[in-house]
């Protein structure tokens, strides 16, 4: 009898900020886990719990202010007694997502107890212990799902020993073992099982939104062309997910992807979510060539941050071939020895203005990250970001500004606990809450509301300096055109101008927390 796997992503977890500007994403990892599973000759049904409902707010029993996204939990116990499954897989898409997943597993263990439940995704690989201590969930799987999804099933159907498959937690006696990881996945002939997934939801749920992460206005789908990355920034944790090893699916392969979404679904604008695009300018250079031969009428955005020091003239030439509509590159600090010292990210921003300034001679919308108050930032260093956003706000960057957030398993983390920046290890409605009114890390030189000052003034200074500069330039970036083009709905409307406000800092919701908010200790001298 052929086993049955019930894939789930969970009710999306919002706040008042939140809720005015998420978009509802394709999930890609357990899309490919399900074609993974399918390939193996199992019988799959994926159930994207958030799309399904996702213009529908619910009570959150995680905290009183915020809202669950997704369908009611009627309808999820219906379709675990429909469909019967003889396992159920939870993805937890992010740590302040974790509630939600936790919510699955123990309704899951309420309807149907005896169906083993498995969770993978960005906490439990960051944080695999917390997850294996849940009573309601019975295995957790670290890192990349694919090939520990089908060694478990194998397990499960008595052809494996749990011993052997690959990046498992598991119970045993009352003692939790911990297996070996398991082999990269290799990206070759694999695509995810999009026809499971709810595609029409995403599109129903990106029209009413302009973000990096929708086709404004039209169809639109995520696309991965690679995982891994061999560089140690101290914030990040793709390294827990993906690994180290930086691995990329053939040109061909992509492309062929692209079509088939194409000719499906009507799909023209593609996201590509690589956390390292450029590792191989050559098969960058290659998938955009192969997209400008055979997708002439498609459009794609670069949303996650390459690196500032790999866009060569060739690659931004095959770029604008391949109507390249934005590209993000990943700066995330201004001061040259703190990027090296402290964040290693391994970039010199001697090169960086070049870079940029390439890239807006061929008409592209360029965007920068950039990251405020990662421990130890000081005015000077906090100044020089500042200068750097400015600087290339003259050729017409616009910025991104995040403030730091410590997420369990990077090394960013540590340090702030190690040195009392952060009081105590956190939760999840700490990133949830919490940071609704200010940010997470109490710097030692830096206040919060410094630093949210900081971010509001940088984000209004550069976006007038690249008005100012580039007024032909400033209206080329989708969101800042389809926002002031679309005003045929007041409530769409409504929504953008929030999400703006939101990203200046100036949500309803902000404002009340900080004014209700204890005020911080002052600014020190900075050292």
């Known amino acids: 009898m052929t086993q049955k796997v019930l894939l789930i992503r969970p009710w999306m977890i919002v706040s008042p900020r939140m809720s005015a500007y998420f978009t509802v994403i394709p999930p890609l990892g357990i899309g490919y886990v399900a074609a993974a599973l399918e390939q193996a000759g199992r019988e799959v049904r994926l159930l994207d719990i958030a799309a399904e409902g996702w213009s529908t707010l619910l009570p959150s029993s995680v905290h009183p202010d915020l809202s669950d996204e997704g369908m009611p939990e009627e309808a999820v116990v219906e379709i675990f007694n429909d469909f019967r499954p003889d396992l159920i897989g939870i993805s937890n898409s ?50 990349e799902g694919e090939i520990p999804a089908v060694e478990l099933c194998e397990a499960l159907g008595g052809t494996r020993p749990l011993s052997e498959v690959g990046s498992l937690l598991w119970k045993a006696n009352g003692k939790v073992c911990s297996n070996p990881l398991a082999r990269a996945f290799e990206l070759t002939s694999l695509v995810p099982a999009y026809h499971l997934l709810p595609m029409e939801r995403y599109f129903e749920a990106a029209a009413l ?74 098969r960058a250079v290659q998938i955009c060539e192969l997209i400008a031969q055979r997708l002439p009428e498609a459009t794609f955005s670069l949303p996650n941050g390459i690196r500032a020091d790999r866009i060569p003239q060739e690659l931004v030439d095959a770029l604008a071939r391949a109507n390249c509509s934005e590209v993000t590159v990943a700066i995330e600090h201004g001061d040259q020895e703190f990027l090296d010292s402290v964040i290693k990210k391994r970039l010199k921003l001697k090169g960086v203005v070049e870079s940029v300034r390439r890239v807006r001679r061929k008409g592209i919308p360029v965007s920068g990250f950039f990251i405020l108050g990662i421990p130890p930032e000081t005015k000077q260093t906090l100044w020089a970001t500042w200068k750097m956003a400015l600087k290339l706000a003259k050729i017409g960057m616009l910025p991104q500004l995040n403030i730091a ?39 030692p030189t830096l206040s919060g509301h410094s630093l949210l000052r900081a971010k509001t003034g940088i984000y209004l200074t550069a976006l007038i300096t690249a008005f100012v500069f580039n007024p032909k330039y400033f209206f ?36 009340e927390r900080r004014a209700e908010a204890t005020p911080e200790k002052s600014d020190k001298a900075a050292t």
């Open 476 to 511: 080329t970036f989708p969101f800042i055109r389809s926002t002031l083009r679309d005003f045929s709905s007041f409530r769409t409307f409504k929504r953008r101008l929030r999400k703006i406000l939101g990203l200046l800092g100036f949500s309803r919701a902000s404002l």
């Open 209 to 282: 939104d302009t973000t990096v992460r929708g086709g404004h206005g039209r169809r639109w789908a995520p696309i991965l062309t690679s995982r891994g990355c061999p560089y140690r920034c101290n914030f990040c944790s793709v390294h827990l997910l993906e690994g180290r090893k930086w691995r990329g699916r053939p040109p061909q392969h992509i492309v062929a992807e692209m079509e088939q979404l194409h000719e499906n679904y009507g799909i023209s604008v593609f996201t590509i979510e690589d956390s390292n695009f450029t590792f191989d300018i050559k």
């Open 405 to 443: 957030m410590p997420m369990p398993g990077t090394e960013m983390y540590e340090h702030a606990l190690t040195n009392g920046f952060i009081a105590h290890p956190l939760q999840a409605t700490d990133y949830l809450v919490i940071a609704e009114m200010r940010p997470l890390i109490d710097g």
């Open 94 to 143: 992010s740590t302040p997502q974790f509630p939600s997943a936790l919510r699955v597993a123990r309704l899951a263990k309420r309807v149907l107890p005896k169906v083993p439940v498995v969770m993978g995704g960005v906490h439990p690989s960051s944080v695999p212990q917390e997850a294996i201590s849940e009573e309601a969930v019975d295995f957790v799987v670290r890192g």
